[in-house]
């Protein structure tokens, strides 16, 4: 057989599985690129944050050697430059302090004092020395100590920083803050024309007197002059960065004073890169730091990698390899979707001949489980589309069972598939079928096939269903009549057979008396016509209810409804009956009515049935106390006929209202038990219900409703 999936496949467009896996591919790529991106804009994040706490580490770190040494020289403010030369020695500066250019002091100079510094620095062995540039001012700042007193830092001795405008800016905002100051990029007085760099300077004031002066008149007047510190910019970035060696390899480092522009560069890492082809990317990250209310910005980025390329190509690659299992899974549909289509054809000629059949297909696996059903056996069973089939062999005998035909239950091996699982093929297999849910039953005929391979092996379990209810429900129809027939045949010669024997006996015996001329006395005459009157009564009643029988068969039963008093028929019934209950020996029943209740009745068939259960009551009551109660229960009217006779079996019950059914055996008591069927079908011709309730030997009541005029 073919599988649902085979079915199915051929309503996919292979187009549609394209696509779909195409947006798949799409959107995986999507995710993996904003992954990589996300994963390197926060290493970028996490490697400009490195730097600028290493920046800023270290200018923190230099600004204490210069609180150091302004703190040294308020101990000694006459401190001589020897024993600067040893303090500045003694701290090891090359060391602790790797980037710096030097230590110094510069100090300031007023005009008149001039002249008698220069000799004083003169005579301390620099025959030479002079401050310059060499043109008047109010005031000089002249670079009295640095060191290391090497080649490069002689150049800056004597030099008036103020003189320039970037030094005596900071210089300026130095003495006026009372705290270190930066300048903003400048060319150091020591560099040459061989490996020229940038540079900066940090200054520190120095006041007369212990306490910093309190007002910037103050600072002004007791400056003395400034603790300072010149940096080659490349080479104090550089000992920063060269205890981070991954770093200073995997990002390139630009740093500008202030804003970012060509003129404001202070230091890039980019010219002592061995391998200068390497390109930056399109990642970066800008920070800008302040120290001593100054700005830098840094700016960051990741240089072009064989790791970084690798992390770039990784959405691509698997976009990729996705578009390629894409078309891989397009062409399996593809070629899966022509298989189908193939498989397609036999199936529709499969089921043109199972749909045409007029007896029921089951197809079921070796398993048991059902595989196919075709529409006339889902219609059988009940299931009203192919997807509410059960297919599991448990689940399905748990709804379902089967009996013979004489009602003996059929164990699950001998059901149809499990014969045919043993072995078995069969025909004619005549079953009763019951819907445990529904209860519903039905007459079934089964036939069964197994269908092996090649090998022997059952492949197929093939069982053929025919409903044979109607055929069926004919035949015991049929039997029913029969046995009817026969019944009716017993009862009604037993019942006519009465009347007509006293006829008889009475004829014969007064057609005797008149040929004897014997005297007849009215006494006599008035005997004889109330027997007769009596027979022919009874024979009426008897054919009247063969005739409504006959008449609820053909569908000729009719009622003629008037508006009328329940109240005033159960009364009137009761009237009728009262010398029939004298004459049978019992007291007059006892009657609870009502004043009216009103309806839509057949008055005649009302009063049919009234009359039919009070003659009941007269056979059955034993003479004992027979009571009539009339009822308004909500929008209905109730009677209630109570004897106190031989009450009804619990066998019985329930077959009470069928024809010919009398509470006890036929030649125990007259009639042709026609009276209640007749009664049960008049009610509910009203729309009304009759019941009963009965003790054995205490007794019957018996009830009915009708709906009142609203």
Known sequence: MISKLEIRIKS??????????????????????????????????????????????????????LLHIRAYFKTDPQIS??????????????RSYPGIQGLGFTKRVDDEDLKSYEEQVRKEGFPDFKVWPDYPREVYFSIHFLEPFNWRNKRAFGFDMFTDKARQEAMSKARDTAAAALTSKVTLVQETEEKKQPGFLIYLPLYSGKDIPKTIEERREKLVGFIYAPFRSYDFFNEIFSGELATHQEIKIEVYDG?????????????????????????????????????????????????????????????????????????????????ARAMEVSLTRFNALVANLTEGII????????????????????FSSPDEVITKREDFNKIFTFKTLSGDPIEMDDRPIGRVLKGDKYSNYELEFIHLKTGKKHYLTYGGTPIYNKQG??????????????????????REALIARDEFMSISSHELKTPLTSLKLNTQLFKRKIEKNSELSSEDILKFTNTIDHQVFRLTRLVDDMLDVSRLRSGKFTLAKEKVNFCDLVQNALEEMKPQFIEAGYTIPTLIN??????????????????????????????????????IINNSVQLAVKDHGTGIPKDKKERIFNRFERSTDIHETTGLGLGLFLSQKIIEAHDGKIWLESELNKGSTFYFTLPLLR
């Open 12 to 65: 996919i467009h292979p187009v549609l599985i394209l696509g779909f896996c195409l947006l798949i591919t799409t959107l995986v790529t999507l995710l993996s690129y904003r992954t990589v991106h996300n994963r390197q804009v926060e290493r970028l994040n996490q490697l400009s944050e490195v730097v600028t706490n290493s920046i800023q580490a270290r200018i923190v770190r230099y600004e204490n050697s």
């Open 81 to 94: 430059r020897e024993r600067f030369h040893t303090y500045i020695q003694h701290l090891q500066t090359t």
């Open 259 to 339: 804003e970012k522009n060509e003129e404001s560069l202070l230091y890039t890492n980019d010219p002592f890169l061995k391998d200068k082809s390497l390109q930056t990317s399109d990642f970066k990250k800008s920070t800008i730091i302040k120290s001593f209310n100054h700005s830098w910005t840094i700016l960051t980025s990741f240089r072009k990698s064989h790791t970084l390329f690798l992390e770039n190509i990784t959405p691509w690659l698997i976009g990729l390899i996705g578009s390629l299992f894409s078309m891989l899974i397009f062409w399996v549909f593809h070629a899966a979707r022509s298989h």
């Open 363 to 382: 197809i079921a696996y070796p398993n048991g489980d059902i595989q196919l059903m075709n529409k006339v056996a889902r219609e059988i069973y009940q």
């Open 457 to 478: 092996q059952l492949v197929l379990v093939v069982v053929t269903v025919k409903d044979i209810t109607y055929k069926m429900k004919i035949e015991i129809e049929l």
């Open 594 to 631: 009502q004043k009216e209740a009103f309806g839509l009745w057949d008055p005649l068939r009302i009063e049919q049935v009234i009359n039919n259960l009070l003659t009941n009551a007269i056979r059955y009551g034993r003479k004992g106390e027979v009571s009539l109660e009339v009822k």
